[in-house]
């Protein structure tokens, strides 16, 4: 609990303890960052690690809809996860055994053309 | 079985606790005893019953099932106390084992019940320490405050000397903190305290929850007065409710 001792305890008590620690450490914050503290514990935040060039696509098309890139990702995501449930979209084609003891697979991209093709959407104010 | 509820101290929730974790077990299925030691009675006023002096009646007149009145609610019943329960102290005062005659006379009940649950009155009296050497467990309630903390350690004392005369058989299940404030400092402090001393012996605390003083006053329990309370449920934190006399009773039926 105090950093230098291992403690067991009941799992429920220590999420209360770490809720309870939490909450004195955002005591000592200034009223903007306890602010700031509040926004960001109440987003549902992942990291990935995209290609490149998606980062960027996601980018324009977030500047093309004047929303913010997470709000594209969403929307675009939202689309895909649709056409994979529905078996529209598969993996098949798009990947290579992997040689990493964690996953059996790693997934291929082929975006030739596509950028161009987005960058001309956009030149004509979106889809 | 037979749960003994115990603390020293005044006003920590040993009879919400008591009433709480009693119908919560007969809402279970259980078929369960309470035995209000404390000559105040509230464990009637909870419950929305007349006080009666049914403990002693139990201690001093032999009554034996004659003490106990039902509860009106299913798998639930209750041996009460009134004023009388202070001349019964007397009365045992001045007998040899007086330790020993709670135990012996709730026996003459127990067979019709899966768990007795021991309301015990604040402070040191032959009571307490009939429930202590009666129970096969028991658990402490300790309001989060420095006070009652304090009281929390007086009552293993208590035990601790029962012990050391083999008097005492019962486990001790832990301690359960209440009248837990997520937002004060000082209950969080006090809560830690507990961590640290009693490490995995702290049970999963129990919220301050105005509905635990209004219910009372309405002869309900908490699981009929306000089944969707903090003081039942707990309070959302990670995406789960956590604390709360659920999780108590979860753990308490693990544990027995």
């Known amino acids: 609990m105090d950093g230098r001792r291992r403690v067991d305890v009941d799992a429920a008590v220590a999420a209360i303890v770490g809720d309870g620690q939490q909450r004195q450490k955002n005591r000592t914050l200034s009223k903007a960052r306890r602010a700031q503290v509040r926004r960001d514990s109440s987003r549902e935040r992942i990291t990935l ?24 990702a969403n929307r675009l995501l939202q689309t895909a996860i649709e056409q994979y449930a529905d078996g529209e979209l598969t993996f098949n084609g798009h990947r290579r055994p992997s040689r990493s003891p964690r996953y059996e697979w790693v997934v291929e991209l082929d975006l030739n053309g596509l950028r161009e093709k987005l960058e001309n959407s956009c030149a004509n104010g979106g889809v | 079985m037979i749960l003994a509820i115990i603390n020293q101290k005044g006003g920590v929730g040993k009879t919400t606790t008591t009433v709480t974790l009693g119908h919560g077990l007969a809402m279970g299925g259980k078929r369960v005893l309470l035995v209000d030691l404390d000559a105040q009675g509230n464990v009637a006023d ?36 009134d004023k009388r329960t202070v001349e019964a102290k007397q009365i045992l005062a001045g007998k040899s ?80 903190p209440t009248m837990w404030e997520r937002v004060s400092k000082e209950s969080h402090q006090q809560l830690l305290q ?63």
């Open chain 2, 97 to 176: 084992f007086r330790e020993y005659a709670l135990r012996d006379a709730l026996d003459l009940v127990m067979d019709k019940y899966d768990v007795a649950i021991l309301d015990a009155a604040p402070g040191v009296d032959v009571l307490q320490i009939g429930a202590l050497v009666a129970a096969d467990a028991f658990l402490i309630p300790v309001a989060l405050d420095h006070l009652a903390v304090v009281g929390a350690g007086d009552a293993l004392a208590s035990v601790a000397s029962l012990k050391k005369v083999g008097a005492l058989q019962g486990d001790f299940l832990g301690v359960l």
């Open chain 2, 46 to 81: 909870a419950l929305g019953l007349k006080k009666r002096g049914g403990l002693y009646q139990l201690l001093v007149a032999d009554a034996g099932e004659r003490a106990v009145t039902p509860s009106g609610r299913m798998g639930l019943d209750v041996i009460l106390s």
């Open chain 1, 49 to 72: 690690e995209l290609d490149p060039v998606i980062a960027e696509m996601l980018r324009m098309v977030a500047r093309a809809e004047g929303c913010s890139p997470a709000g594209a």
């Open chain 2, 194 to 256: 507990l961590v640290r001393q009693f490490e995995r012996l702290v049970w999963p605390p129990v919220p301050r929850d105005v509905k635990a003083r209004e219910a009372p006053a309405y002869g309900q329990t908490l699981w009929e007065y306000a089944p969707n309370s903090r003081a039942l449920l707990g309070v959302q934190i990670n995406g789960g409710c956590q604390g709360g006399y659920r999780q108590t009773l979860q753990r308490l039926l693990r544990e027995i």
